[in-house]
């Protein structure tokens, strides 16, 4: 390597004096079969693998001075051949976010992107062949060392394999732009670097990586490194010859590279760079010129590093993978009691989807109860069908589905059903007075310790306990629709609501997998508050004159997973319409009840559009219906009036103390609405468009934080 690259490599490490440093151990062995003396690096950071090895200038530095030494042997002769592998079920997942988020300046940002391609493309200048061996999770740069070798395996076993820097807000840029699609073609390359990575972070099992062509051979798990070494001795001795497809270079390239830009126009509308700009280095990658390749991703890498939307997705990462696992203000978990029996309170579709969740993740008996026995039938019945669908799927073998099966029961007399129940939960109608006559109810029969939860949406959680005997037993235990799909779980600590119960309820969220945050009880709690504002002020622009579609469109640089209007569709009017009138009455100089939405949900109408074609386009019948004033705005004044609006809400929820901070509203946004991941949530993009001070005076987080320090 280059004096230059090891003076930028020293620099970019003085710089990130805390980085977990990773080792490039060498060690020498005979490969089967007289194949000759291999050297094998692996990768390993000293921990288990529950801290993952990572790639900071350190590093790489190791990893250079381990390729120095293989590099002297194999020009010596004294070897016929390099491999590359990991600790055990680690393989490496990239670069260290850790210090990219503390660059300030863009010369640092291009000696990351530098010295990374720098280390990895000496595999490829080797005089011997080199090979890859993804034993365990390799993401990022992990993957991107492989793609600079000769050849690659993959373990059956590997459970996460992608290239997840577009879900960051970077670009795969250290090989994995211009490499990729050499090797596996542009369409596949741009599923694994655009769709896979707009589509949630989407990872790949092993068996998928080898159908993909990223890899050349797959073998099992226990003995993976074993049957690798003994394939590399075949492919070196000639009796494995690996065959690849030839790449389409012509019109193949460009569709992919169009089929890219589709896709990301539909998941961030043009509202973040880093899909764009990986796209614009695959489709120069066309000519297979890997060096023009290199730099391109470097430049891409520095200019997004130094730019808001990098740091808000790091921000994002570290809230979800961090703060969401340690929720702020939740109570001492040795507090917390055994569940070790579930009731459920109704036995329709929310009932029933919590029923299966509290059943899966806790395995513990689970009873329903309803008004009659029909409904109860149904409830356990949805229960036993989705169970049978995992079953189907693999997901779960015969033993295990009968066992959950025998688990959920349905009952019409709640003293019969919840007499000995630990954990029971409300999920009846959105009414003050059913859920209080309800909790009356179970408290006459359940047990002293017993948590009542409800999942209320936007009631008083104190009020709904003010007429029981033990109101410190209440908690709201806020879920979202769909159940199975969103993290989210608001936790609602109402003015009785004592520790224990508390705890009780946070240690039972952890079981179910969900990420927890503790909200105080307010009117709508977070999420429900925040994009009851939102859609309140689309709402009142569209009744006061501005056209649906301006008022729609004027939204989509936020890079929202859908429109306005498709969302209120899939909350359903009727409760928009609900959350919206019970925060009216809690706070109405700022949420107004639209008359035009009142008009649609009695009409009984489930949404604003029709899709005859396809696509959304304004119901006829909805149109008829609607009364608009004569205020027309643009989309640039609709834009600005509700962002105004939801920076002014926010700021006072977090005065009022609706929660710890402001990176709990991002967390609620981000894992109940499915808020877009390359903004933070919304208080980094507030912040970064100027609202926050425009509409309250102050940032809502400190520069460093979701931003490039100053």
Same mark, same amino acid.
């Given at each position: 390597?280059?004096?230059?690259?090891?003076?930028?490599?020293?620099?970019?490490?003085?710089?990130?004096?805390? #980085?977990?440093?990773?080792?490039?151990?060498?060690?020498?062995?005979?490969?089967?079969?007289?194949?000759?003396?291999?050297?094998?690096?692996?990768?390993?950071?000293?921990?288990?693998?529950?801290?993952?090895?990572?790639?900071?200038?350190?590093?790489?530095?190791?990893?250079?001075?381990?390729?120095?030494?293989?590099?002297?042997?194999?020009? #010596?002769?004294?070897?016929?051949?390099?491999?590359?592998?990991?600790?055990?079920?680690?393989?490496?997942?990239?670069?260290?976010?850790?210090?990219? =988020?503390?660059?300030?300046?863009?010369?640092?940002?291009?000696?990351?992107?530098?010295?990374?391609?720098?280390?990895?493309?000496?595999?490829?200048?080797?005089?011997?062949?080199?090979?890859?061996?993804?034993?365990?999770?390799?993401?990022?740069?992990?993957?991107?060392?492989?793609?600079?070798?000769?050849?690659?395996?993959?373990?059956?076993?590997?459970?996460?394999?992608?290239?997840?820097?577009?879900?960051?807000?970077?670009?795969?840029?250290?090989?994995?732009?211009?490499?990729?699609?050499?090797?596996?073609?542009?369409?596949?390359?741009?599923?694994?670097?655009?769709?896979?990575?707009?589509?949630?972070?989407?990872?790949?099992?092993?068996?998928?990586?080898?159908?993909?062509?990223?890899?050349?051979?797959?073998?099992?798990?226990?003995?993976?490194?074993?049957?690798?070494?003994?394939?590399?001795?075949?492919?070196?001795?000639?009796?494995?010859?690996?065959?690849?497809? =030839?790449?389409?270079?012509?019109?193949?390239?460009?569709?992919?590279?169009?089929?890219?830009?589709?896709?990301?126009?539909?998941?961030?509308?043009?509202?973040?760079?880093?899909?764009?700009?990986?796209?614009?280095?695959?489709?120069?990658?066309?000519?297979?010129?890997?060096?023009?390749?290199?730099?391109?991703?470097?430049?891409?890498?520095?200019?997004?590093?130094?730019?808001?939307?990098?740091?808000?997705?790091?921000?994002?990462?570290?809230?979800?993978?961090?703060?969401?696992?340690?929720?702020?203000?939740?109570?001492?978990?040795?507090?917390?009691?055994?569940?070790?029996?579930?009731?459920?309170?109704?036995?329709?579709?929310?009932?029933?989807?919590?029923?299966?969740?509290?059943?899966?993740?806790?395995?513990?008996?689970?009873?329903?109860?309803?008004?009659?026995?029909?409904?109860?039938?149904?409830?356990?019945?949805?229960?036993?069908?989705?169970?049978?669908?995992?079953?189907?799927?693999?997901?779960?073998?015969?033993?295990?589905?009968?066992?959950?099966?025998?688990?959920?029961?349905?009952?019409?007399?709640?003293?019969?059903?919840?007499?000995?129940?630990?954990?029971?939960?409300?999920?009846?109608?959105?009414?003050?007075?059913?859920?209080?006559?309800?909790?009356?109810?179970?408290?006459?029969?359940?047990?002293?310790?017993?948590?009542?939860?409800?999942?209320?949406?936007?009631?008083?959680?104190?009020?709904?306990?003010?007429?029981?005997?033990?109101? #410190?037993?209440?908690?709201?235990?806020?879920?979202?629709?769909?159940?199975?799909?969103?993290?989210?779980?608001?936790?609602?600590?109402?003015?009785?609501?004592?520790?224990?119960?508390?705890?009780?309820?946070?240690?039972?969220?952890?079981?179910?997998?969900?990420?927890?945050?503790?909200?105080?009880?307010?009117?709508?709690?977070?999420?429900?508050?925040?994009?009851?504002?939102?859609?309140?002020?689309?709402?009142?622009?569209?009744?006061?004159?501005?056209?649906?579609?301006?008022?729609?469109?004027?939204?989509?640089?936020?890079?929202?997973?859908?429109?306005?209007?498709?969302?209120?569709?899939?909350?359903?009017?009727?409760?928009?319409?609900?959350?919206?009138?019970?925060?009216?009455?809690?706070?109405?100089?700022?949420?107004?009840?639209?008359?035009?939405?009142?008009?649609?949900?009695?009409?009984?109408?489930?949404?604003?559009?029709?899709?005859?074609?396809?696509?959304?386009?304004?119901?006829?019948?909805?149109?008829?219906?609607?009364?608009?004033?004569?205020?027309?705005?643009?989309?640039?004044?609709?834009?600005?009036?509700?962002?105004?609006?939801?920076?002014?809400?926010?700021?006072?929820?977090?005065?009022?103390?609706?929660?710890?901070?402001?990176?709990?509203?991002?967390?609620?946004?981000?894992?109940?609405?499915?808020?877009?991941?390359?903004?933070?949530?919304?208080?980094?993009?507030?912040?970064?468009?100027?609202?926050?001070?425009?509409?309250?005076?102050?940032?809502?987080?400190?520069?460093?934080?979701?931003?490039?320090?100053?």
């Amino acid at each position: 390597m280059s004096t230059t690259t090891t003076e930028l490599l020293k620099g970019a490490a003085e710089l990130f004096p805390d #980085e977990v440093v990773t080792q490039a151990h060498v060690r020498h062995l005979d490969l089967p079969a007289g194949a000759g003396r291999f050297a094998l690096i692996t990768l390993d950071n000293g921990f288990d693998h529950t801290k993952p090895t990572t790639f900071g200038p350190g590093s790489l530095a190791n990893l250079n001075a381990a390729i120095d030494q293989v590099e002297k042997e194999a020009a #010596e002769g004294t070897i016929v051949g390099v491999g590359i592998t990991g600790k055990p079920f680690i393989f490496a997942v990239g670069a260290d976010l850790k210090g990219v =988020e503390i660059l300030k300046r863009h010369e640092d940002a291009l000696a990351i992107g530098k010295g990374g391609h720098d280390v990895f493309k000496r595999l490829a200048g080797l005089a011997v062949p080199t090979f890859a061996y993804y034993n365990g999770a390799a993401m990022g740069g992990g993957v991107e060392v492989g793609l600079h070798c000769s050849y690659r395996t993959v373990s059956k076993a590997l459970p996460a394999f992608s290239l997840p820097e577009v879900f960051l807000g970077l670009v795969p840029g250290w090989g994995g732009c211009t490499l990729l699609p050499n090797l596996i073609g542009a369409d596949r390359a741009v599923s694994v670097i655009i769709e896979n990575s707009l589509n949630q972070n989407k990872q790949l099992k092993g068996k998928q990586v080898f159908e993909l062509g990223i890899a050349d051979a797959l073998f099992e798990g226990a003995d993976f490194l074993e049957q690798s070494l003994v394939w590399t001795a075949s492919v070196l001795n000639g009796t494995v010859k690996v065959e690849r497809p =030839e790449i389409d270079r012509g019109e193949g390239w460009d569709a992919a590279v169009a089929r890219g830009l589709a896709i990301a126009d539909s998941k961030v509308h043009g509202a973040a760079p880093a899909a764009y700009r990986a796209l614009e280095i695959v489709a120069a990658a066309k000519d297979g010129d890997l060096q023009k390749g290199f730099d391109a991703e470097d430049k891409a890498l520095a200019d997004l590093i130094m730019g808001g939307e990098l740091r808000s997705g790091i921000y994002a990462f570290n809230l979800v993978q961090k703060r969401g696992k340690r929720p702020a203000g939740a109570p001492d978990k040795n507090l917390a009691r055994p569940v070790t029996k579930v009731g459920v309170v109704g036995a329709g579709l929310m009932a029933s989807q919590l029923a299966l969740l509290f059943l899966r993740r806790l395995e513990v008996p689970v009873v329903l109860t309803d008004i009659d026995q029909e409904r109860v039938d149904k409830g356990v019945s949805y229960v036993h069908g989705e169970i049978d669908k995992l079953l189907l799927k693999g997901r779960v073998n015969q033993d295990k589905a009968n066992r959950l099966k025998a688990l959920v029961t349905g009952v019409l007399d709640k003293a019969e059903g919840f007499a000995d129940a630990d954990f029971i939960i409300e999920a009846v109608f959105e009414e003050i007075g059913v859920k209080q006559q309800v909790f009356a109810e179970v408290e006459a029969v359940a047990p002293a310790h017993a948590i009542l939860a409800t999942n209320t949406s936007s009631l008083s959680v104190t009020e709904m306990a003010s007429k029981l005997k033990h109101p #410190e037993r209440v908690v709201g235990f806020h879920f979202f629709n769909p159940v199975a799909i969103l993290p989210l779980l608001e936790i609602v600590r109402g003015e009785q609501t004592d520790d224990a119960s508390l705890a009780t309820a946070f240690g039972v969220a952890k079981k179910l997998k969900k990420t927890a945050v503790l909200v105080k009880d307010a009117p709508a709690f977070v999420v429900n508050r925040i994009l009851t504002r939102f859609m309140g002020e689309i709402q009142n622009v569209i009744d006061e004159g501005t056209p649906v579609p301006v008022a729609e469109k004027a939204v989509e640089p936020l890079g929202l997973p859908m429109s306005p209007l498709v969302l209120l569709e899939l909350v359903g009017p009727a409760i928009g319409l609900h959350v919206s009138e019970t925060l009216n009455r809690a706070f109405p100089d700022r949420f107004t009840v639209s008359p035009n939405l009142k008009a649609v949900v009695e009409a009984g109408k489930r949404g604003f559009y029709v899709y005859d074609s396809g696509k959304p386009e304004l119901d006829p019948e909805v149109a008829a219906l609607l009364k608009q004033g004569d205020s027309v705005l643009t989309e640039e004044q609709v834009r600005a009036r509700v962002l105004d609006a939801v920076a002014q809400e926010i700021g006072l929820m977090l005065d009022e103390g609706v929660v710890a901070e402001a990176q709990d509203v991002d967390l609620c946004l981000i894992t109940g609405a499915g808020w877009p991941f390359h903004l933070g949530g919304i208080t980094p993009y507030l912040d970064r468009e100027g609202v926050s001070e425009r509409v309250n005076g102050k940032r809502f987080l400190e520069q460093g934080l979701a931003s490039v320090p100053a």
